[in-house]
């Protein structure tokens, strides 16, 4: 539906010849657990302990365990892969508001949108459908119905939450990035 809405209005930072299969919203603050991205400093594989401590107010849980309860992982790779530079690139626009994701018969792209009228597109980051070898919808029972994960061709993954309780735009992204 927003890629009828806006297909003229991102058919500005395609290439030539390159068509626009799909597109929707990215809600990049219901990030998970980012433990395992490189970006932020974990150790792919080594999940934190529940408990970080004990003190005078009592017990600090390990925040990493709590997101990963309630949004699973985000994402796992080593710094400079596909996955780690795709969480970057959500969370460098996390903080300014919603982030718009398109999938071409080319790319799989990350938007920016000035959301005027008519709306004005600029391309945040760009995964040649090269580098992408799964996507698969994976809800979760909290506020996740849309939430879907993409591996890349390097071993690494992100998971992003596409509509909290709709599960169309999950559907649609994954049909859209498995059309060739």
């Not at 390159?18 to 792919?44: F, K, N, Q």
């Not at 992100?158 to 498995?178: H, K, P, S, Y």
Request: no cysteine; net charge positive.
């Amino acid at each position: 539906m927003r890629s009828k809405i806006y297909g003229r209005d991102v058919a500005a930072v395609l290439e030539d010849g390159e068509r626009l299969l799909a597109m929707g919203l990215v809600h990049a603050h219901l990030s998970g657990d980012t433990s395992e991205l490189a970006s932020e400093g974990g150790e792919p594989g080594r999940p934190a302990g529940l408990v970080d401590g004990v003190d005078w107010t009592g017990v600090q849980y390990s925040q990493d365990r709590v997101n990963r309860f309630l949004g699973g992982s985000s994402g796992s790779g080593f710094a400079g892969s596909w996955g780690d530079r795709t969480w970057q690139a959500l969370k460098a626009r996390a903080v300014k508001g919603t982030t718009e994701w398109a999938v071409t018969d080319r790319r799989l792209l990350l938007l920016d949108s000035d959301h005027g009228n008519p709306a004005t597109f600029t391309v945040l980051f760009q995964v040649p459908r090269a580098a992408i070898h799964a996507v698969r919808r994976r809800s979760k029972i909290l506020l996740q119905w849309g939430r879907v994960e993409v591996g890349f061709a390097d071993g690494s993954r992100i998971a992003m939450v596409l509509a909290l309780l709709d599960v169309g735009a999950a559907t649609n992204f994954v049909r859209a990035l498995r059309a060739r």
